[in-house]
C-alpha cells in the first residue's frame, strides 16, 4: 500500500524491542501438518521448501520490487527470516549490537 501513497516517501522497516527479527515461528511450523515430523520423513527437496516458503519469498520479493526505497534499520537479532527481511531491502543501517545470519 506504501508504494501507492504519495504521501510516503521511503520505507523503513525496523523491529519493535531488542531485535529486529529473530526468524520464523517454528512452534507453529512444527504443529503444522507440513510441521518437522513430516518433513523429517523425506529428504530435502528444494522445490517442496520453495512452494512451502512461497508467501514468506512474495513478501521479501514486495520489498526488492517495491517502486519507493526501502530501509532496514537493524538492532539486536537478524536471524533466518529476519536476515532475509533486512537483505531484501534497498539499504542495511546496522547498529554496532547487530547481528544478521543464519544460525548453524
Given at each position: 500500500l506504501a508504494n501507492y501513497d504519495d504521501d510516503v516517501h521511503v520505507i523503513i522497516l525496523q523491529g519493535k524491542g531488542r531485535a529486529f527479527c529473530a526468524g520464523y515461528d517454528l512452534v507453529e511450523f512444527a504443529e503444522s501438518k507440513e510441521g518437522a515430523s513430516q518433513?523429517?520423513?523425506r529428504p530435502w527437496d528444494p522445490v517442496t521448501d520453495y512452494y512451502l516458503m512461497g508467501r514468506n519469498t512474495s513478501n521479501f520479493s514486495s520489498l526488492w520490487y517495491s517502486l519507493k526505497p526501502t530501509i532496514a534499520?537493524?538492532?539486536g537479532y537478524a536471524?533466518?527470516?529476519g536476515s532475509d527481511i533486512a537483505l531484501s531491502?534497498?539499504?542495511v543501517i546496522m547498529g554496532e549490537n547487530a547481528?544478521?545470519?543464519y544460525p548453524p
Open positions: 518433513s523429517a520423513k534499520k537493524v538492532r536471524v533466518a527470516g531491502c534497498d539499504i547481528k544478521i545470519g
